[in-house]
Nanobody, 123 residues
């Protein structure tokens, strides 16, 4: 069974940095597409960044426009972990951040979610 555990959220001043971690169990994280989403109360969950599986042509990354140049998604296969390095944080980055893992089609294509970690950026 696939499980995801996020950590690294907290309270930070505007301009500061945080690094979120998403540790997977039950699967090799590199074989899956992993994404970070965020959600604020009353709004839909939005995609922040994603990293493709190693079987889909390499570690291609994608970012939501407002975080380009500030956030970096990366993977450490040895630790079965995906990170989201967040720099130059803004108050509008305040949200609950969720890790999502999507199994490849040949493995069923299921989605798995972590429990979320809160990021609060003060002005």
């Amino acid at each position: 069974q696939v499980q995801l555990v996020e950590s690294g959220g907290g309270l930070v001043q505007a301009g500061g940095s945080l690094r979120l971690s998403c540790v997977a169990s039950g699967t090799m994280i590199a074989l899956n597409t992993v994404s970070w989403y965020r959600q604020t109360p009353g709004k839909q969950r939005e995609l922040v960044a994603s990293i493709s599986s190693i079987s889909s042509g390499g570690s291609n990354t994608n970012y939501e426009n407002s975080v380009k140049g500030r956030f970096t998604i990366s993977r450490d296969s040895a630790k079965n972990t995906v990170y989201l390095q967040m720099n130059s944080l803004r108050p509008e980055d305040t949200a609950a951040y969720y890790c999502n893992l999507r199994r490849p089609a040949w493995a069923g294509g299921s989605d798995y979610w972590g429990q979320g970690t809160q990021v609060t950026v003060s002005s």
